[in-house]
């Protein structure tokens, strides 16, 4: 990611009232899975008396941003369903409003039961999910709110996608080069994680780089049945493969070991 980027990200973070505050952790220790009542949920609030997220002054900046970030159309698909997914509605609404701040984005939403085979044309198992596209499908999935902190991948998706440019090193993008498997990345996250927005990006641009890597992003608290099956005690929690393989923040080069292990085994 060149340093225009960065800075049109950090500006992003900074100006929206959706994120905590999100300063450097100083170590990598991971942090514990909440239990059902932490982190602090979003109020849940019927659809029809939905407020705006955004504020004015929010839209204005990250209207701004996006001009001079977004380089390329992007799609985002969003699944819901009308009962049953408490965080449907707000999930659908950010995904518009966001839409309405640039002619680069458009949204589309999809019901998760009517829409049931195009969800399964994008592996879409459970809402609320958020399909990030380009001129082709890049395997970049969110599943669960986007809010906290991790408001920040999803906008660092939007970019990447965009822009149609991993930000990886050669090294990473030569080894990415090479590989032929399959490899599906999970990487389970809080809201108030400060070490799973890196990780989440990470996976999200080994997607882009390869067509062979999905990188979902899934809110543990939302999906606690999945968390526990593959045994995620802490967050960022990183399932590749239906496999815990790690737990806690990584660089790009242990990442990918990570991946190419995956791939081998």
Do not use: W
């Amino acid at each position: 990611m060149n340093n225009s980027v960065k800075t049109i990200v950090i500006a992003l973070i900074l100006a929206t009232g959706l994120l905590a505050s999100c300063n450097p952790a100083p170590a990598p220790t991971a942090t514990p899975a909440p239990t059902a009542t932490l982190p602090p949920q979003p109020t849940v609030t019927p659809a029809a008396t939905l407020q705006p997220l955004l504020t004015e002054e929010d839209r204005k900046t990250i209207q701004d941003a996006f001009f001079a970030a977004l380089v390329n159309p992007v799609k985002a698909l969003v699944f819901t369903s009308e009962s049953g997914c408490d965080y449907c509605p707000t999930a659908r609404q950010l995904m518009q409003e966001l839409g309405s701040l640039s002619d680069k984005i458009s949204v589309e939403p999809h019901d998760l039961n009517s829409d049931s085979s195009l969800a399964a044309q994008y592996e879409v198992d459970k809402i609320p999910a958020i399909v990030i596209t380009g001129d082709r499908d890049y395997g970049i999935r969110l599943f669960g709110l986007p809010y906290g902190r991790e408001f920040t991948p999803l906008l660092q998706a939007i970019v990447t996608v965009s822009q149609r440019q991993s930000g990886l090193s050669a090294q990473t993008v030569q080894a990415l080069a090479n590989l032929r498997t399959p490899v599906h990345i999970q990487v389970f996250v809080t809201p108030v994680c400060p070490y799973c927005p890196s990780v989440v990006v990470l996976a999200h641009q080994m997607a882009l780089q390869s067509e062979y890597i999905r990188a979902d992003v899934v809110e543990t608290a939302e999906f606690q049945e999945l968390s526990s099956k593959y045994g995620v005690e802490a967050v960022p929690g990183i399932v590749i493969n239906d496999q815990l393989v790690f737990t806690g923040q990584v660089d790009e080069a242990k990442f990918l070991e990570l991946v190419q292990a995956a791939a081998q085994s």
